[in-house]
T-cell receptor, first 117, second 112 residues
Framework: GAVVSQHPSRVICKSGTSVKIECRSL??????MFWYRQFPKQSLMLMAT?????????EQGVEKDKFLINHASLTLSTLTVTSAHPEDSSFYIC?????????????FGNGTRLTVT | KQEVTQIPAALSVPEGENLVLNCSFT??????LQWFRQDPGKGLTSLLL?????REQTSGRLNASLDKSSGRSTLYIAASQPGDSATYLC???????????FGSGTRLLVRP
């Protein structure tokens, strides 16, 4: 089946630094990828929708200058948390569609646990 | 704005019990509804997907039902096992977009 690889699985960084998270579709081309954030014991909240070759679409309340998304190829999307602060500590998960259309299943990465000290 | 609610938030049962997890949503204009499993610190595993025109889906010991008009779905787990312990999330895909909107999940513990 379709596999989405997310890296790193865990990262600890100091406040003020930037962190990049990669999301790769290993055996399919993903024209659309989604980035979610999950706080402890809470649900996944959609942050942004990433389309290959175009700017990401951010959900209301998500700072696009803080969470930079790049979808430069059909198999890779990156999320960069800029000038991270402790409140950015969370679990970030990406997902990708294997083809266009509402019937396309979503495949999820295993997530990245970000801790900002 | 679509809101997805899951009840109960947490559930602890002895091994072998049959159980029901509930999911409700406020906007019935959904394309499909999906149930996922999430293990601690991990990503999501899709369990069952029900199209808006369907009433239920079954996979092994799992059965999911959908009543779109009333905005409800249930996930039935038969003969629960300790390996079923995880968080179960329901999510709806809206008719108008590709966005999945998740509920807050039910944390299930099946005691040996």
């Amino acid at each position: 089946g379709a596999v989405v690889s997310q890296h790193p699985s865990r990262v600890i960084c100091k406040s003020g630094t930037s962190v990049k998270i990669e999301c790769r579709s290993l055996d399919f081309q993903a024209t659309t990828m989604f980035w979610y954030r999950q706080f402890p014991k809470q649900s996944l909240m959609l942050m942004a929708t990433s389309n290959e070759g175009s700017k990401a679409t951010y959900e209301q309340g998500v700072e696009k200058d803080k969470f930079l998304i790049n979808h430069a190829s059909l198999t890779l999307s990156t999320l960069t948390v800029t000038s991270a602060h402790p409140e950015d500590s969370s679990f970030y998960i990406c997902s990708a569609r294997s083809f266009q259309g509402m019937d396309s299943p979503l495949h999820f990465g295993n997530g990245t646990r970000l801790t900002v000290t | 704005k679509q809101e997805v609610t899951q009840i109960p938030a947490a559930l602890s049962v002895p091994e072998g019990e049959n159980l029901v997890l509930n999911c409700s949503f406020t906007d019935s204009a959904i394309y499909n509804l999906q149930w996922f499993r999430q293990d601690p610190g991990k990503g999501l595993t899709s369990l069952l997907l029900i199209q808006s025109s369907q009433r239920e889906q079954t996979s092994g010991r799992l059965n999911a039902s959908l009543d779109k008009s009333s905005g409800r779905s249930t996930l039935y787990i038969a003969a629960s096992q300790p390996g079923d312990s995880a968080t179960y999330l329901c999510a709806v895909l809206m008719d108008s977009s590709y966005k999945l909107i998740f509920g807050s999940g039910t944390r299930l513990l099946v005691r040996p």
